[in-house]
């Protein structure tokens, strides 16, 4: 299984940024998918995530109203939406694979090489 997580750059506090994840191997559509964000010096914290329908999404406060996570199973993708991004989104972002859409690390077997989203101020 591999994750591939694309689409992080430089957007200025206030705009839009579409992240990707592309997923190979099998069964993609019977895993839940989340996203990860770490910061300079902090700790992997989690994003949002979705159950393996999409018909179950979970967020942490922070990003609640501002991104969407969603799936597309028949390209076995997943994706963050980020709007009214803000400098303290600045972090590198991570797909991740798991059983279930939960907010614990652990849970999660298979996780992308990241991809940095820089918010500028």
């Known amino acids: 299984v591999q994750l591939q997580a694309s689409g992080g750059g430089l957007v200025q506090a206030g705009g839009l940024l579409r992240l990707s994840c592309a997923v190979s191997g099998s069964a993609f559509s019977v895993y839940a998918m989340g996203w990860f964000r770490q910061a300079p010096g902090k700790e992997r914290e989690f994003v949002a995530a979705?159950?393996?329908?999409?018909?179950?999404?979970l967020y942490t406060d922070s990003v609640k109203g501002r991104f969407t996570i969603s799936r597309d199973n028949a390209k076995s993708a997943v994706y963050l939406q980020m709007s009214s991004v803000k400098p303290e989104d600045t972090a590198v972002y991570y797909c991740?694979?798991?059983?279930?859409?939960?907010?614990?690390?652990?849970?999660?077997?298979?996780w992308g090489q990241g991809t940095l989203v820089t918010v500028s101020s």
């Open positions: 991740a694979r798991g059983q279930q859409s939960v907010v614990t690390r652990s849970a999660y077997a298979y």
């Open positions: 979705i159950s393996a329908t999409g018909g179950s999404t």
